[in-house]
């Protein structure tokens, strides 16, 4: 079936410590995006890509990192200099085909 | 980057009954409206577009008016199965770009 992927489910960071968390499409949908949501509040985006090796920084960019290799694959890498990382992280993709966007089932990112 | 404003929630209203959801956005040259439904720890599900003309899909009846920037969302026979928080969101652009989401109202169907 095609679809959105986002791994892991959980994910525990330490204190200082990067980590990467994995977004994969097959449905060959041009943009990807990344998303964060916090408890009660709304969506609030942190990077997007419309085009393999492009990306543009979200409102809330700050500490995050990502990269578009392949049009299939979206990975964010959430830096230690992001010292709040705990939150719900949502991937979605898009074409102009099938708008609006669709989501990955997410990550939800804890500190240890 | 502007704002989609929702009533804050939540509600909760009898199995049956007719709930309404109200959103408004500030950004004048949106192009596009939509409401995502979100369950509990789940991720969020396109539930309909929304057109100037109005639409219907089942129970659920979407209004967009361009002059006012309100979009709504009307649930007429409220199942228990309706229980979610429902999002209203704006595409300020044409085309493959980012949504503006709201932070939803939280609907709560009781038996």
């Known amino acids: 079936d095609g679809g959105i992927t986002q791994s892991p489910k959980y994910l525990f960071r330490k204190e200082g410590q990067n980590v990467t968390l994995s977004c994969e499409q097959n449905?060959?949908?041009?943009?990807m995006y990344w998303y964060r949501q916090d408890p009660g509040q709304g969506l609030r985006l942190i990077y997007y890509?419309?085009?393999?090796?492009?990306?543009q920084k979200g409102d809330i960019a700050e500490g995050y990192s990502v990269s578009r290799e392949k049009k299939e694959s979206f990975p964010l890498t959430v830096t230690s200099a992001q010292k709040n990382p705990t939150a719900f992280y949502l991937c979605?993709?898009?074409?102009?085909?099938?708008?609006?966007?669709?989501f990955g089932d997410g990550t939800r990112l804890s500190i240890l | 980057r502007k704002e989609v404003e929702q009533d804050p929630g939540p509600f909760n209203v009898p199995e049956g009954a007719t709930v309404a959801f109200n959103c408004t956005y500030s950004?004048?040259?949106?192009?596009?409206f939509f409401w995502y439904r979100q369950d509990c720890r789940k991720e969020p599900k396109l539930l309909m577009s929304?057109?100037?003309s109005g639409n219907e899909d089942g129970r659920f009846t979407a209004q967009l008016n361009r002059a006012s920037q309100y979009i709504s969302l009307l649930i007429r026979d409220s199942k228990l199965s309706d229980s979610a928080t429902y999002l209203c969101?704006?595409?300020?652009?044409?085309?493959?770009?980012?949504?503006?989401f709201g932070k939803g109202t939280r609907l709560s169907v009781i038996a």
């Open positions: 979605a993709s898009s074409s102009e085909r099938t708008l609006p966007q669709h």
């Open positions: 449905l060959n949908h041009d943009a």
């Open positions: 890509s419309q085009i393999v090796n492009d990306f």
């Open positions: 950004n004048s040259a949106s192009q596009s």
């Open positions: 929304v057109y100037s």
């Open positions: 969101v704006v595409n300020e652009n044409s085309g493959n770009t980012p949504l503006v």
